[in-house]
């Protein structure tokens, strides 16, 4: 019976180690990933950028006030973030009215294009830019290194999900906007 117990044991902390590593993560990644600034329950980190018109906002304005906030990560150059932004129009149209904000954060180097790409693609919600591309502020402070990216923060301003594409995006409001 003890010999039973004791494999029964192995195989149940066996298949534990297996499932955390199934993904292909090591301790170290799992726990880098619990440090990272995007990291799933994380509080925001606020930061401050200008929008189009030049006006400095930090993204407490709207982070942590009760509302859902879709921080999403761009630039008018990038032809995948191009294909994507149907799929958020359609979900700030979608979600507005019941709450959701959405903060545009541009990684473009000039202004003109951005505004542009803001125009052309029918983005109402705000936009913000220091025009510093891969070096903006928004990608330091949230270590992105490609984009389309995203960050949906609940209303308390926790970190909800991150990089939320396509259907991925639209299932995810659906159950919170039930």
């Given at each position: 019976?003890?010999?039973?117990?004791?494999?029964?044991?192995?195989?149940?902390?066996?298949?534990?180690?297996?499932?955390?590593?199934?993904?292909?993560?090591?301790?170290?990644?799992?726990?880098?990933?619990?440090?990272?600034?995007?990291?799933?329950?994380?509080?925001?980190?606020?930061?401050?950028?200008?929008?189009?018109?030049?006006?400095?906002?930090?993204?407490?304005?709207?982070?942590?006030?009760?509302?859902?906030?879709?921080?999403?990560?761009?630039?008018?150059?990038?032809?995948?973030?191009?294909?994507?932004?149907?799929?958020?129009?359609?979900?700030?149209?979608?979600?507005?009215?019941?709450?959701?904000?959405?903060?545009?954060?541009?990684?473009?180097?000039?202004?003109?294009?951005?505004?542009?790409?803001?125009?052309?693609?029918?983005?109402?919600?705000?936009?913000?830019?220091?025009?510093?591309?891969?070096?903006?502020?928004?990608?330091?402070?949230?270590?992105?290194?490609?984009?389309?990216?995203?960050?949906?923060?609940?209303?308390?301003?926790?970190?909800?999900?991150?990089d939320l594409r396509g259907e991925q995006l639209?299932?995810?409001?659906?159950?919170?906007?039930?």
């Amino acid at each position: 019976m003890k010999r039973i117990i004791s494999i029964l044991l192995l195989a149940v902390a066996t298949l534990t180690v297996q499932a955390q590593f199934l993904d292909g993560r090591t301790a170290a990644t799992a726990a880098a990933e619990n440090q990272s600034p995007r990291a799933i329950g994380k509080k925001f980190t606020d930061f401050a950028m200008a929008d189009a018109n030049g006006k400095t906002h930090k993204l407490s304005e709207w982070c942590g006030k009760g509302n859902y906030v879709l921080i999403d990560f761009w630039a008018s150059w990038c032809g995948p973030c191009r294909m994507e932004m149907p799929t958020v129009v359609a979900a700030y149209k979608k979600y507005h009215q019941k709450g959701l904000q959405i903060i545009g954060v541009s990684f473009d180097n000039k202004k003109e294009p951005w505004l542009k790409a803001v125009k052309d693609l029918q983005m109402p919600w705000v936009q913000l830019s220091d025009l510093k591309g891969w070096q903006s502020l928004g990608a330091q402070v949230y270590q992105i290194n490609a984009i389309p990216a995203n960050i949906l923060l609940d209303g308390k301003g926790k970190i909800v999900a991150v990089d939320l594409r396509g259907e991925q995006l639209e299932a995810c409001l659906s159950q919170i906007y039930k």
